[in-house]
């Protein structure tokens, strides 16, 4: 069974990098799944941040391009993405995700954390 | 990018009715539409992949139907369990993916 466990701080100042891990158990992130994140502020629908191929290769929403890094650690079978410059409007629970580029949809969700910008 | 809206916002339902919730996409998207399931302080649960196959282990009363731009997911007979929002998802624009904003499904 493929689980995913989201991990990181959960107060971020305005400005700063959020930065978040997401820990896979189940398979392996080598083996050929896309990783990825969403978020969805409090109250509010969901929105795609971006993926990561096994390879290495990314893609990310446009809206958020320029702040964000999506990353792969296969040794330790884990994925991450940080987000730069923040502000209030990036508090979220931020989920990570693996995609199903076959049949093209979300198929393992964390849990979720909730990241909240304030100072 | 591909623009997704869903209709109705809100729904009020009584367990037992039949329910119909609208996806329409701003360009043609041919079949690749998802819907997915969301109960408060849960992540999204996949229920419906590639328009209207029925994932694994989502019961029957669960179909979608649709394709090019306007797509619906129907719940043949509510349960207590299906008051949830949910949201559709397109995956044509890979890899820039969208969502709904969400029906809210109430009793």
């Known amino acids: 069974q493929v689980q995913l466990q989201e991990s990181g701080p959960g107060l971020v100042k305005p400005s700063e990098t959020l930065s978040l891990t997401c820990a896979v158990s189940g398979y392996s992130i080598s083996s050929g799944y896309y990783c990825g994140w969403i978020r969805q502020p409090p109250g509010k629908g969901l929105e795609w941040i971006g993926n990561i191929y096994h390879s290495g290769s990314t893609y990310y929403n446009p809206s958020l391009k320029s702040r964000v890094t999506i990353s792969l650690d296969t040794s330790k079978n884990q994925f991450s993405v940080k987000l730069s410059s923040v502000t209030a409007a990036d508090t979220a629970v931020y989920y990570c995700?693996?995609?199903?580029?076959?049949?093209?949809?979300?198929?393992?969700w964390g849990q979720g954390t909730l990241v909240t910008v304030s100072s | 990018d591909i623009q997704m809206t869903q209709s109705p916002s809100s729904l009020s339902a009584s367990v037992g009715d039949r329910v119909t919730i609208t996806c329409r996409a701003s360009?043609?998207?041919?079949?690749?539409l998802n819907w997915y399931q969301q109960k408060p302080g849960k992540a999204p649960k996949l229920l419906i992949y590639?328009?209207?196959s029925l994932q694994s282990g989502v019961p029957s009363r669960f179909t979608g139907s649709g394709s090019g731009t306007d797509f619906t997911l129907t719940i043949s007979s509510l349960q207590p369990e299906d008051f949830a929002t949910y949201y559709c998802q397109q995956s044509y624009s890979t890899p820039s993916l969208t969502f709904g904003q969400g029906t809210r499904l109430e009793i």
């Open positions: 995700v693996t995609y199903n580029s076959g049949w093209r949809h979300f198929d393992y």
């Open positions: 590639a328009a209207s």
């Open positions: 360009q043609s998207i041919s079949n690749f």
